[in-house]
């Protein structure tokens, strides 16, 4: 593994695309730590210490740290992501958007476009939000933005807006110029990013006893074990076989090779852990309009982050939007369509309804241990916060995120290596990201 290491530098070109990559990323880092103008950054970071483990503490993991210090880049590339998923809702319920599709280069690159232009939309909608939301904390008498009004709203809707454009710009630039994945790989950099100082924090508990080296170890073993289950479900799949019969037009032979359909024991993703977060937060967040009702107060403890009725149902949604996006992002009747069309089979099945019916029947088998999986490393975090007291965020949709995209970037270098001739990082066996 080692020479593949080295190999990896000898070759100029892929050389050149992870530096660019790892300037990218720089720049993105930079960028985290200009904040917006007006905002009192140090009373902004006491009331995120206060909402670690919410809806907000999730958004500000996934920005890096960019919310909890009010910086130009507070939004991450989160309206990117979110304007990508309702393109991609849009791409199986809408006619329009499924011709697009259908339609190849052309087609996609109109739905990138359009991609852009909801993505500022949303920017600017979520940049005005922010700039009330902020204007409202106060930790204690001290207001986290001392002079509110008209023209704090207007620069912080236009910075957070253009720092979006920016991100997403970088993206794209890391997709076409770097070494790919340029969204994923900067959300995983914002993630990483505070791993240093949660280590550091960690380090400090240990040297004053309010650790002991032993919960360490442990910890550091169960570490391990854990992101390794999770490599290893992330790239488990159902192999389906796939038949195709031979084909003769003029005087070749076409077809009669065997192949296999691959699905993925959890197609969703992360998508369901965001969608279950969302609804959990929409209805502690609608009760505290009516604060001065005792009723309200308990509702708002009922869901409070680490209780048994929050993990319950939290566990509960994820497994229903799992199954919900499921059936979104993969269409069985239109792989049995396209299996049929070019003379493909599955060995004792029908082609048509029967073949869609099987893959259905695969898919829903396929998901519910999944999402079980996917559940239980997501209030993972939650228990060692409130009954370990770990000082940091482990587990969750971080790991999840990470895991992936080193999965993927992994196989794009080792893809690299072996068309150049060089072995890959594994002499037996090839990695696989979380698309293959």
């Not at 503490?57 to 920005?63: A, C, E, N, P, S």
């Not at 910086?71 to 989160?78: D, N, V």
């Not at 699905?263 to 937060?281: C, E, R, T, W, Y």
Request: aromatic share 12%; with cysteine; glycine share 10%.
């Amino acid at each position: 593994m080692l020479e593949s290491v080295r190999n990896v530098w000898k070759i100029p070109d892929l050389r050149k695309k992870i530096l660019f990559t790892l300037l990218m990323i720089a720049v993105y880092r930079l960028g985290g730590h200009i904040p917006v103008p007006g905002v009192n950054t140090q009373v902004l970071k006491m009331y995120f210490e206060q909402m670690r483990g919410t809806l907000l503490g999730l958004y500000d993991i996934f920005v890096g740290g960019n919310l909890a210090r009010a910086t130009i880049f507070a939004l991450g590339i989160m309206p990117y992501i979110s304007a990508s998923i309702i393109l991609q809702i849009l791409g199986a319920t809408i006619p329009y958007y499924q011709r697009l599709i259908k339609e190849g280069e052309e087609g996609r690159r109109k739905i990138n476009q359009h991609t852009r232009y909801l993505t500022v939309a949303i920017a600017f909608i979520q940049s005005l939000g922010i700039s009330v939301f902020l204007e409202s904390i106060k930790v204690g008498d001290i207001p986290v933005v001392p002079n509110p009004g008209f023209f704090f709203r207007f620069c912080t809707i236009i910075t957070m807006t253009a720092g979006t454009i920016f991100i997403m710009w970088i993206g794209e630039l890391i997709t076409e110029k770097g070494i790919g994945n340029g969204i994923s790989l900067l959300i995983m950099a914002g993630i990483l990013g505070r791993f240093p100082n949660q280590m550091l924090s960690f380090w400090r508990m240990l040297k004053s006893g309010a650790k002991s080296w032993t919960f360490a170890l442990a910890f550091g073993v169960f570490a391990v074990l854990v992101t390794a289950a999770v490599v290893i479900i992330t790239q488990a799949q159902r192999r389906i076989p796939v038949q195709y019969a031979k084909r003769i037009v003029g005087r070749r032979v076409y077809g009669g090779q065997s192949t296999h359909l691959p699905l993925n024991f959890n197609a969703a993703g992360i998508i369901p852990i965001i969608f279950a977060q969302s609804a959990l937060m929409f209805v502690p967040s609608f009760a505290q309009l009516f604060q001065r009702y005792p009723w309200a107060q308990g509702i708002v403890d009922l869901f409070t982050p680490g209780g048994w009725f929050y993990n319950t149902l939290y566990v509960l949604l994820i497994i229903l939007f799992a199954y919900v996006y499921t059936s979104i992002v993969i269409n069985p009747q239109e792989l049995a369509d396209n299996m049929k069309k070019y003379g493909g089979f599955i060995p004792g099945i029908r082609p048509g309804k029967p073949t869609a019916d099987y893959i259905d029947k695969v898919m829903t088998r396929l998901t519910l241990p999944g999402a079980i999986f996917f559940a239980m490393i997501a209030i993972l975090p939650t228990i060692l916060i409130t009954k370990y007291h770990l000082p940091f965020y482990f587990g969750g949709t971080s790991l999840l995120i990470v895991v992936g995209v080193m999965l993927d970037t992994v196989q794009q270098i080792e893809a690299q290596l072996l068309m150049r001739h060089y072995e890959g990082f594994m002499r037996k066996g090839r990695i696989r990201g979380r698309r293959r």
